[in-house]
C-alpha cells in the first residue's frame, strides 16, 4: 500500500512559479507510476501530467504541455510537479495519485492524497 502527501500549494501571481512535491510511504513506491490530476470548483477532476516508474516516460495534458515538468526521486519517494508560467485558469486543487499503470484517467490509480490548493491571481 502507498500513502502519498502532497505540499507546496499557494498564493501566486500569473506568470509566477509553483514547485508541488509529492511525499509516498512504503518501500513499494519504484513501483508505480505517479500522476498529478486537479480539479477546480465546479469542474470534472483533470489529468495533468504522470510518469513511469523508471521516470523515463512521461505524459501531459494538453492545458499544461511546455509550462509544467513531472520529476520523480526515489531515493526520496518524492514525486515534483515543477509548474511555470501560471494561468488563474490554473487554480485547482492539485492531487497526486499512484498507480500500477501509465495512465491519463483518475479511475486507474489506487492511490490519492488529499490535495493541495494552487491559486493563481490575474
Known amino acids: 500500500q502507498v500513502q502519498v502527501v502532497e505540499s507546496g500549494g499557494g498564493l501566486v501571481q500569473a506568470g509566477g512559479s509553483l514547485r508541488l512535491s509529492c511525499a509516498a510511504s512504503?518501500?513499494?513506491?519504484?513501483?508505480?507510476?505517479m500522476g498529478w490530476f486537479r480539479q477546480a470548483p465546479g469542474k470534472k477532476r483533470e489529468f495533468v501530467a504522470t510518469?513511469?516508474?523508471?521516470?523515463?516516460?512521461?505524459e501531459y495534458g494538453d492545458s499544461v504541455k511546455g509550462r509544467f515538468t513531472i520529476s520523480r526521486e526515489d531515493a526520496q519517494n518524492t514525486v515534483s510537479l515543477q509548474m511555470n508560467s501560471l494561468k488563474p485558469e490554473d487554480t485547482a486543487i492539485y492531487y497526486c495519485?499512484?498507480?500500477?499503470?501509465?495512465?491519463?484517467?483518475?479511475?486507474?490509480?489506487?492511490?490519492w492524497g488529499q490535495g493541495t490548493q494552487v491559486t493563481v491571481s490575474s
Open positions: 495519485a499512484a498507480g500500477r499503470f501509465i495512465s491519463r484517467t483518475a479511475g486507474e490509480y489506487d492511490y
Open positions: 510518469i513511469s516508474e523508471s521516470g523515463g516516460m512521461t
Open positions: 512504503g518501500r513499494t513506491f519504484i513501483r508505480y507510476f
